[in-house]
Structure formats: C-alpha cells, structure tokens
C-alpha cells in the first residue's frame, strides 16, 4: 500500500459546503416562516457550487476531471470483475457523482421559478408567468424527493465501501489523501491540473452566475405610479 494524493482543496471544500448547504435547505424548506429566505439564499449558493464543480470539472487536478473518471460500460463491467485500477472516483461511482450534480441542478434551478403563493417567489419566476411558475413549485417538491432517495443510496454506498470492502471514503474526502495499492496510477492521473488561477477564474465565474440567479441582472422594477395632486377649488 501506498499513500497518494485523491483529492485536492477545491473539491474537498466543495463537497462539504454542498453537503452542509443541501442540509440547511432542507431543514429551512421544512420548517418555512422567516427562514425561507435563507433557504433562497442556500439555494443561490449551491447554484454557486454547481457551476463551480462543473467548471472545475475541466481545469482541476486530474482525480476532479470528468474526462479522468467518467467511463463507459466497458470500464464499468471490468470495475465490477475487480479489472479497475486508479485512485479517485472508480467508473461505478462516477454514474453517482453524475446524478447527484444534475439532480442538485435541477432542484436549485426550479427553485429560481417558483413561487408558493404565500411569502415566496423566486428572483426569475416573473419570467415564466404565474401558471409556469406553479408548475416549478411542483416539479421542486418532486425533485426533492428524488434528491433524498439518491442521498440515502449515497450514504448507504459509503457505509457498504467501510463495513464490507473495508475501504473508508471518507477520511480522503477530509484529508486529501488515501492509502491504495502501490501500482502506478494510469497517466490521465499522474497530469498537473488546476492551480490558483483555475481556481480564482472558476470561483468569480460561479460566483456571476450565482448573482445572476439571484435576480442580480433583473431589470430594476419601475417607480412607484403616485396619484398627482389635488388641484386647488379656487
């Protein structure tokens, strides 16, 4: 065994912003009142990290590139007879990663059009009209349920890796680092990627578009129509 370098600052910062924000907007979703408009603001921000990840997705280090380990069938089936050989995320789980980040997406990106005919609207709901919008709010509790099921199947590959496989993925996704068997890693995995200037490009592009699915680039409503003045009786 051998100790390697899995995961880089980025993307361990990511995964626990993400998991700590789809916590609080769950949470704050349930319990609603005050605390929805921190629940829209959860969501601006894991819009944020959506578009970082897939940013970083094609500049990072190698372990957090797509390209790195999202494979095909023929990758999957010799993953499953024991074939696979590389560090970060293996072929099987990369249809894991694939579907949490696109349904994260979609249940941040309904919530920008919904509105629930109470205390809420979303800041891009005014684009859609009223009847879409309705239909937003549906498709974001249905996607939320979709979201907690792939959640639990998560969780539950992770406790299956550490009880059955005796293989802790989550001391690397702290640390970094990881303990594999000493052969060499494949050359997509060995390449430098990142570095500071990825990162900060990456960030400040997330970030304007986390701005803007604010409603940062909303037109300015008009001004306030005011009655005119009573003209005097004389």
């Known amino acids: 065994m051998q100790r390697q370098r899995v995961w880089d600052l980025p993307i361990r910062l ?5 998991v700590a924000s789809i916590v609080f907007a769950y949470a704050s979703g349930q319990l609603g009142g005050n605390l929805i408009e921190w629940h829209a603001r959860t969501g601006y921000f894991i ?11 094609l500049v990072g280090t190698p372990t957090a590139r797509f390209a790195s380990f999202v494979r095909g069938p023929t990758a999957i089936a010799a993953y499953l007879r024991g074939e696979w050989r590389g560090i970060g995320h293996n072929p099987l789980g990369a249809l894991s990663v694939l579907a949490l980040l696109g349904l994260v997406a979609l249940q941040a990106a309904t919530g920008l059009f919904t509105n629930d005919d109470i205390a809420f609207e979303g800041p891009l709901a005014a684009w859609v009209g009223k009847t879409l919008s309705d239909r937003f709010h549906s498709w974001h509790a249905w996607i939320q349920n979709g979201l907690l099921v792939l959640v639990a199947v998560h969780v539950a590959a992770i406790l299956f890796y550490a009880h059955v496989r005796k293989e802790n993925l989550v001391k690397p996704m702290i640390t970094g680092w990881s303990h594999t068997p000493s052969h060499p890693a494949p050359p997509s995995e060995t390449r430098r990627g990142g570095g500071v200037v990825a990162f900060l490009v990456t960030v400040a592009l997330s970030a304007g578009v986390a701005y803007a699915a604010a409603g940062g680039l909303n037109p300015p409503p008009p001004p306030a129509q005011t009655p005119p003045a009573a003209s005097p009786g004389w």
């Open 14 to 18: 990511f995964h626990w912003l993400l």
């Open 47 to 57: 819009v944020g990290l959506v578009v970082f990840r897939l940013l970083w997705g």
